[in-house]
């Protein structure tokens, strides 16, 4: 990470922005690459802010600021909290920012930021073989895939594959250390 690039949690000053990136626009192109099968309503700001409130301050949904503008969001969420099994989650809103090496930068933060925090033994994310650029992002950061469950997403006519990518705490740890 780089002076002009942070992940850090949501502040109130944020939230404005958070709305107009992912909900003031009914079909925002950040939308085509992620989860496009699900639907996404747009919303007026009043209506978002309960829901924007919810992200204040928490372990679980950080803002990516470059260069003092929010640009994104990381997340993550627990598939299964007794085992420790966490999948985490990226959304760069703007085409301008995608194809540059940001995501992989702030997604490597994200993963060593939460295996430092957190005694977990694997970090993963679940994407769509639509998302390319989503699955070469895993396989810079020395993840494995780990399932494909074919034909389950279906998007424009299409069907597409869910794939489920990840890491285990050992394997991240020689990955970094050879960084």
Known sequence: MTDQLVIRP??????????????????????KWDAPYFPHRAMD???FLPKG??????DDFWVVEMEGE?????????????SLWLEMGIVLYSGDRWGKGIGT??????MNHLFTTMPLVRVGFTTWSGNKRMIRVGEKLGMQMEARIRK??????????????GILREEWEEFTNKA
């Open 105 to 110: 930068d702030v997604l490597k933060a994200w």
């Open 45 to 47: 700001y009043e209506t």
């Open 10 to 31: 949501v502040e109130r000053s944020d939230l404005f922005r958070l709305w107009e990136l992912s909900f003031k626009e009914e079909s925002p192109e950040w939308k």
């Open 152 to 165: 389950v997403r279906y998007y424009n006519g299409e069907y597409y594959d869910s794939i489920r990518m």
């Open 70 to 82: 929010v640009i994104g969001i990381v997340s993550y969420y627990w598939e299964d909290k007794t």
């Open 53 to 58: 409130e919810k992200w204040l301050h928490q």
